[in-house]
Structure formats: C-alpha cells, structure tokens
C-alpha cells in the first residue's frame, strides 16, 4: 500500500491533490482537504503511489 490523499471519497497522488487544491472549485465542491489516505494508486492518473513503508535492509 503506498500513501495518498482523499478527497471527495477518491485517492489522489500528491502531484493530483496539488491541482486539485489549485482548483477552485472541484466538480461543484469546495477545495480538497489534505487527508493522507493507504491505497494502492491515484484514483485521478491511476500510478502507483508511493510506498511509504520502511526499505528492508
């Protein structure tokens, strides 16, 4: 699972959620609150997020 930001019920990438908070209004709503979320991948461009696991060593 790598880390991403909800908003509106969808997980963005950080590089989605940056343009979303740029938006002024999204789809008719308020700007997107930051709320780091676990998911596999952005609902908005669909790439991986990040694993924000530790490596193993």
């Known amino acids: 699972m790598g880390q991403g930001f909800f908003f509106d019920e969808k997980i963005l990438c950080e590089e989605c959620f940056k ?5 002024e ?7 997107p609150q930051r709320k780091e979320m676990e998911a ?18």
């Open 19 to 23: 343009k979303a908070e740029d938006w």
């Open 25 to 31: 209004v999204f789809e008719g709503r308020e700007a």
């Open 40 to 57: 596999n991948d952005c609902l908005q461009c669909g790439i991986p997020l990040p694993d924000i696991a530790q490596p193993y060593e």
